[in-house]
């Protein structure tokens, strides 16, 4: 199983980026989609996540209303377009594959994180 995160880069605050995140060697659609980011000496945060019909969605407060999650389960990727970035935005951000069982979600893996920098 692999998860590729990619898409990440430098943007000056306001800016944009689209992160992606290409699964293979698992049902991609048997998964809920979920994004991480972690900044320097932070603990890693929960920034999205998307149910494995894309018909339901979550955010953190922090990227409500500036960050959208989709996929797109025909080509194993899942999304993260990023408006409005900030400087507080900036970190490794890391795409996750999840299912959710006994009222919990499951991490099953991991992708390797694409950088984030967002400077003001």
């Known amino acids: 199983v692999q998860l590729q995160a990619s898409g990440g880069g430098a943007v000056q605050a306001g800016g944009s980026l689209r992160l992606s995140c290409a699964a293979s060697?698992?049902?991609?659609?048997?998964?809920?989609m979920v994004w991480f980011r972690q900044a320097p000496g932070k603990e890693r945060e929960f920034v999205a996540r998307?149910?494995?019909?894309?018909?339901?969605?979550r955010y953190a407060d922090s990227v409500k209303g500036r960050f959208t999650i989709s996929r797109d389960n025909a080509k194993n990727t899942v999304y993260l377009q990023m408006n409005s970035l900030k400087p507080e935005d900036t970190a490794v951000y890391y795409c996750?594959?999840?299912?959710?069982?006994?009222?919990?979600?499951?991490?099953?893996?991991w992708g390797q994180g694409t950088q984030v920098t967002v400077s003001s």
């Open positions: 996750a594959a999840a299912i959710y069982a006994s009222n919990k979600y499951d991490y099953n893996y």
């Open positions: 998307i149910s494995w019909s894309g018909s339901s969605t």
């Open positions: 060697g698992l049902t991609f659609s048997n998964y809920v």
